[in-house]
C-alpha cells in the first residue's frame, strides 16, 4: 500500500523551514527520499535504514521511527533551489534492500524570495 | 561520470500500437528497475531486471516487458498501448545489494 506524505504542498518564504511527513500502514525496512523538479529526474536526498543508519545530503536531515512506520524530512533555512516536489519510497522487510521501491503521492514545496 | 540515460525523451503513440523505451545505467550499476509516473502522483514500480532476468514485478499486465541486456542496458515494451498508458516513464539503476537508487530524466510517453 502507497505510504502517505503530509503536507499535499506548502509554499515558504526564504530561510523559513519545513517539515516533510511520510507515514506507512506497513511495516518499514527503509525510506528513500526523492526531489524531483519540473522534467527533470528525481535526485536522490537521503536514506533511512532499519536499525538507524542513514545516508544523505549534508543539509538535509530526516528521521525514521521504525515503531510508527513514519519518517520526516526537515528542510532548513530553505533556499529557492529546495523548491520542488519531494517522494518518499519505501521498502517493506519482506522486500527489503531489494530495490522495489512504494512511492507516496508527493509534496510540493515551493520557496519564494 | 554519466548518470542513467533514457532514450527517447518525448514519445507519441496512438492506441494499439507498441513502443520500446531505453535506458543506459550509471557507470558501474548492473540492476535497472523501471516507473510508471503518472502526472501528480508518485513513480509506481513496474519491475527489475539483474543479470538479464525479469528479478521483481509489481502490479502491471503482461503487456509490459522488458529486456536487460548483457551490457545492463536495459529496455521497456509496451504492448497494445490505451489511452492509461500515458506517462513518464523512469528508470532507476543501483549496485546490486546497493541501496541507491538513481534515476533518469525519463521518457514521456504519450498515447492519443
Known amino acids: 500500500q502507497q505510504p502517505v506524505q503530509s503536507p499535499q504542498a506548502v509554499i515558504l518564504r526564504e530561510g523559513e523551514d519545513a517539515v516533510i511527513n511520510c507515514s506507512s500502514s506497513?511495516?518499514?525496512?527503509?525510506v528513500h527520499w526523492y526531489r524531483q523538479k519540473h522534467g527533470e529526474a528525481p535526485v536522490f536526498l537521503m536514506i533511512l535504514l532499519k536499525g538507524g543508519e542513514q545516508k544523505g545530503h549534508e543539509k538535509i536531515s530526516a528521521s525514521f521511527n521504525e515503531k510508527k512506520q513514519q519518517s520526516s524530512l526537515y528542510l532548513t533555512a530553505s533556499q529557492l533551489s529546495y523548491s520542488g516536489t519531494y517522494f518518499c519510497g519505501t521498502e517493506s522487510p519482506g522486500s527489503s534492500n531489494t530495490g522495489k521501491l512504494i512511492f507516496g503521492q508527493g509534496t510540493t514545496l515551493q520557496v519564494k524570495p | 561520470d554519466a548518470g542513467v540515460t533514457q532514450s527517447p525523451t518525448h514519445l507519441i503513440k496512438t492506441r494499439g500500437q507498441q513502443v520500446t523505451l531505453r535506458c543506459s545505467p550509471k557507470s558501474g550499476h548492473d540492476t535497472v528497475s523501471w516507473y510508471q509516473q503518472a502526472l501528480g502522483q508518485g513513480p509506481q514500480f513496474i519491475f527489475q531486471y539483474y543479470e538479464e532476468e525479469e528479478r521483481q514485478r509489481g502490479n502491471f499486465p503482461d503487456r509490459f516487458s522488458g529486456h536487460q541486456f548483457p551490457n545492463y542496458s536495459s529496455e521497456l515494451n509496451v504492448n497494445a498501448l490505451l489511452l492509461g498508458d500515458s506517462a513518464l516513464y523512469l528508470c532507476?539503476?543501483?549496485?546490486?545489494?546497493?541501496?541507491?537508487?538513481?534515476f533518469g530524466a525519463g521518457t514521456r510517453l504519450s498515447v492519443l
Open positions: 506497513k511495516a518499514l525496512y527503509s
Open positions: 532507476a539503476s543501483r549496485f546490486k545489494g546497493g541501496n541507491i537508487q538513481y
